[in-house]
């Protein structure tokens, strides 16, 4: 298993640009969720996923969208870059085992917005 | 919204020594994870806990549900320890999401 999967590993973003990253996962995992991770600040959820088809907001939803189409995807959209947005992104996903959630992380998208 | 503390932000230790990161969190769960986190690297989950002790190599991981706190231990500490220790609740029975602590950095020296 290649486990969570996440491109690009690096991106550089002009304000107002928009792109997607990528989070691929193999284990077919139910929970898939995105978090950013800033200096001084712990890991805040963006948004996450308890299913195809289910998306729900997390902490910090502003200024980034997400779907679900298949099990496996779980694509972060910025619509619009703001460089309040550069940060590391980390997709994770979890299954339930007697009810207890074993978390799997991503390598992390480092973006920049300048 | 749980609300997590570590201590201590920052640990510096000789090798061989003792480590322990603690964790205190607001909001009863029924799960926690601990995790590592090297320095640019990405993060691997040490420990999922719901009560009482466990225990991998040299890391042992507590948990007092009815106290709302756990401990991460580190016995005979080496180099290759030094990174960023996370405490997360959560992640247990009806509550899968996590909410993070900031983390400890621990570095250890030769």
């Known amino acids: 298993n290649a486990g969570v999967t996440q491109t690009p590993k690096f991106q550089v973003l002009k304000t107002g640009q928009s792109m997607t990253l990528q989070c691929a996962q193999d284990m077919n995992h139910e929970y898939m969720s995105w978090y950013r991770q800033d200096p001084g600040m712990g890991l805040r959820l963006i948004h996450y996923s308890v299913g195809a088809g289910i998306t729900d907001q997390g902490e910090v939803p502003n200024g980034y969208n997400v779907s679900r189409s298949t099990t496996e995807d779980f694509p972060l959209r910025l619509l619009s870059a703001a460089p309040s947005q550069t940060s590391v992104y980390f997709c994770?996903?979890?299954?339930?085992?007697?009810?207890?959630?074993?978390?799997?992380f991503g390598p992390g998208t480092r973006l920049t917005v300048t | 919204k749980n609300e997590v503390e570590q201590s201590p932000q920052n640990l510096t230790a000789q090798e061989g020594e003792f480590i322990t990161i603690n964790c205190s969190y607001s909001v009863g769960i029924s799960a926690l994870h601990w995790l590592q986190q090297h320095p640019g690297g990405g993060i691997v989950s040490l420990f999922m806990l719901s009560s009482g002790k466990k225990k991998h190599g040299r890391l042992i991981a507590t948990i007092n549900i009815q106290e709302k706190h756990s401990s991460l231990h580190i016995t005979a500490s080496h180099p290759r320890d030094s990174a960023v220790y996370i405490c997360?609740?959560?992640?247990?029975?009806?509550?899968?999401?996590?909410?993070f602590g900031k983390g400890t950095l621990l570095t250890v020296n030769p």
């Open positions: 997360a609740p959560g992640g247990g029975g009806s509550n899968y999401k996590l909410t």
């Open positions: 994770a996903s979890s299954y339930s085992l007697t009810g207890q959630y074993e978390q799997y």
